[in-house]
């Protein structure tokens, strides 16, 4: 690979499975050190290990929108490898499927709290701890086309893309030069997250996409080792979209 993030220190939230796990994977081949985060110990353990190990990662349990939680990863990445200088906001929940008139109160809560607030609270943190002082900063948040166009089935969750996306233009815009703030907004990939989308027909789930396929975590790890990089110097607060040319035509 590349080596082109030798030396950096990264927290990716989300990670032990899917795309937070091949964003990880990409940027330890590229030279970094990760931090990673999932709510069960045991398959973030089977996570680091795969990932090299201690010399390579480090895992923290626990829940993503819990502070105590965000300090304590923070502060491993910077006793473990000594400063935070990349941040990727992985964690995204969507516990409910329907018109959005239907979303409980309580869920609709909760998705805001995971999807955007939990993405604000761990950039605040990391600037605290570092980010950004050391080195040139980056961070990039995991969005998704349901923010860009109505779903009509998971509205409550592009609510919460739509406005993770905003967040990015506004963070972007506060937080350059010393931290640039970039997001990726992927349409559906292969992973257990979105399995419901694609499980009992992938070819007619694929077919609207131009590329004839679906997305693999693979593609999304790209992008976004690419906006956490030098590569991406003068790129700050933009969404990239990766969805394999699904939203070139109308509705996602």
Same mark, same amino acid.
Do not use: C
């Given at each position: ?20 796990? +091949?964003?990880?994977?990409?940027? $330890? ?18 996570? *680091? ?96 086309? +349901? ?33 640039? *703030? ?6 559906? $990939? ?14 007619? +789930? ?47």
């Amino acid at each position: 690979m590349t080596g082109r993030h030798d030396g950096a220190v990264a927290v990716v939230t989300g990670a032990s499975r899917g795309i937070g796990f +091949a964003i990880a994977q990409r940027l $330890v081949a590229e030279g970094a050190r990760v931090v990673i985060t999932a709510r069960k110990p045991e398959p973030l353990a089977e996570a *680091v290990a795969t990932l090299g190990g201690p010399d390579h990662a480090s895992g923290v349990a626990g829940f993503t929108s819990v502070e105590a939680h965000q300090e304590e990863v923070l502060a491993r990445a910077v006793s473990a490898y000594g400063s935070v200088d990349l941040l990727v906001n992985n964690t995204g929940i969507n516990p409910v499927y329907g018109p959005i008139l239907d979303t409980p109160l309580d869920a609709a809560r909760k998705i805001m709290e995971t999807n955007v607030l939990a993405a604000f609270a761990w950039t605040q943190k990391a600037v605290a701890a570092g980010l950004g002082s050391a080195r040139p900063g980056a961070v990039v948040n995991v969005a998704s086309v +349901a923010g860009i166009g109505a779903t009509g089935v998971i509205g409550m969750y592009g609510v919460s893309k739509a406005a993770l996306i905003h967040l990015t233009l506004e963070m972007g815009y506060q937080l350059a030069p010393a931290v640039r *703030v970039n997001a990726v907004a992927p349409a559906v $990939v292969k992973t257990k997250f979105a399995e419901a989308l694609y499980a009992a027909d992938e070819a007619k +789930a694929a077919a609207p996409y131009p590329m004839k396929r679906l997305g693999v975590p693979d593609d999304i790890a790209g992008a976004v080792s690419f906006l956490l990089s030098e590569d991406a110097a003068w790129i700050t607060g933009q969404t990239l979209i990766v969805d394999g040319g699904v939203t070139l035509s109308s509705g996602l």
